[in-house]
Structure formats: C-alpha cells, structure tokens
C-alpha cells in the first residue's frame, strides 16, 4: 500500500527543532516515522512553509534562527527542484480556488476551530485522495500534533502519533 503524508505546521517545527516550538521527545519520533516512510510521497503546503519561516522569525537566538532558516532554504530549494526531501504544493488558485476555500472556512462550524492554513491542509488532504481515488492502494495521511486537524485527514492512521 502506498501512502501519502500531508505534513502540518507542527510537524515541520518537530523536524527543524524550532526553539518554542518543539518538544526534544517528540522530534525523534518524528524523524523516525519519516524515516521509516521515506519511500512515501510527502507534501508541505506553501502555508505551512510560511508559518514555519514566522515561527523561526520568533526564535530569540540569532544564530540558531539563522541556522534554522539555512536548513529549510536548502531543503525548499531541493524540493523544488524536484529532488525532495518534499513536494510543495500551492495554497491554492487564487482566482478558481480561493473564494470557495474562504466559504467553506467560513460555513463549517468544525473548521472555525481550524485556522486558514489548518484548513487549507484539510483541502489538500482530501484533494490528493480524490487524485488517487481510483488506486485503492493509497491511503493519504496528515501528519500533525493538533487533534482537531488530524480528524479531518481522509483516511484514518493505525498508529498515529500525537
């Protein structure tokens, strides 16, 4: 079975160790889960990569926030250029796509305890199912440590982690 991962905000401060933003513990079992998935296909919203670049903005240490931000320009440039260690997908179309997004931010009582980009993952998640919908081989997984988000992933995980 394939399977594809949708990776939140948390998991990405997990994964560079975002000072604040991060327990030591749970980092580990970060990088092992993805270790241990490293054949899957993992996808980062462009809106998380812009809560990520904020929440390394926080970070007091201006040496370990330089570090931190060298790390994710390294890995955003081998991504796009199609090497990995991810596939950055697009908030959405702006002009076909947004409108709709903010209405259904704004009409679904569960997604108003979701901010946009929570919500935007919801959206690539069930997006990326309807794209391998016709494999039943696939299952599509978001990788986060809010509870609420983790819900709305289309295919519930064996062993989540949070």
């Known amino acids: 079975m394939r399977t594809v991962f949708v990776l939140d905000t948390s998991y990405l401060c997990e994964l560079y160790r975002v000072p604040g933003f991060h327990r030591p513990e749970l980092s580990k079992q970060i990088k092992e889960r993805i270790r241990k998935h490293e054949t899957s296909q993992f996808y980062v919203p462009l809106a998380c990569l812009y809560e990520l670049c904020d929440h390394i903005g926080d970070v007091a240490d201006g ?3 330089h570090e931190i931000a060298l790390k994710v320009v390294a890995h955003v440039e081998t991504s796009a250029a199609d090497a990995g260690p991810w596939l950055i997908v697009p908030v959405v ?13 704004s009409a679904d009582p569960l997604r108003l305890q979701m901010g946009l980009t ?5 959206s ?12 039943l081989d696939y ?10 988000l983790k819900a709305h992933e289309p295919d519930q995980e064996p062993d989540p982690l949070l």
Do not use: C, M, N
């Not at 069930?126 to 919908?133: A, N, P, T, V």
């Not at 299952?139 to 809010?146: C, E, Y």
């Open 118 to 122: 929570d919500s935007t993952i919801v």
């Open 139 to 148: 299952r599509v997984h978001i990788w986060t440590t809010d509870t609420i």
């Open 63 to 65: 040496g370990r926030r």
């Open 93 to 105: 179309d702006v002009k076909a796509k947004l409108p709709q997004l903010l209405r259904d931010f």
């Open 124 to 135: 690539e998640a069930h997006r990326l199912k309807e794209k391998y919908s016709a494999s």
